[in-house]
């Protein structure tokens, strides 16, 4: 029982959970970081970027559903408090909105090409400074040692 056991005993017990259970994904994200280096500061950035873009996606496809019910005919509620789409005459909301639509399809078009060269600027920057680091840490590496391994 834990309730008998000396204040040693326990702690070495609450030392042995956590270094199963804890340590493993504190492990995972140190390999992350020294991999990483001073680059890990960008990684919340790059995330963030993941998620804007998501984001320009959903907003793009929530707007083709609307366009799609106006174009055949369905009685749409558009209402923005503002702006009352009613008062407008179906044939310029169809063209207001397919403008809006397609001013926010290139501007996710835009928004993902830059994104991307963003995210594979830095995997590559990662790349070369990773491949330059491991060719230095083989040839400065003792030929001693190395003969010694095989």
Known sequence: MIFFMSKNSKKEELKEFYSKNINKNDNYLYQIKFLLGADFKK???????????GVL???????????????????IIINFGIIDFE????????????????????????????IHYLILSFSYSRE???KSHLFNSYINFPIINLINRN
């Open 87 to 114: 008062a407008f005459d179906k044939n310029i909301l169809l063209l207001i909105l397919g403008g809006i639509l397609i001013f926010i399809f290139l501007f996710k078009a835009l928004a993902a090409i830059f």
């Open 57 to 75: 996606d959903l907003l793009g496809l929530s707007l083709i559903g609307p366009y799609i019910s106006l174009i055949t005919g369905q009685e």
């Open 43 to 53: 990684v919340p950035f790059i995330v963030l970027i993941f998620f804007l873009s």
């Open 128 to 130: 070369v400074k990773l």
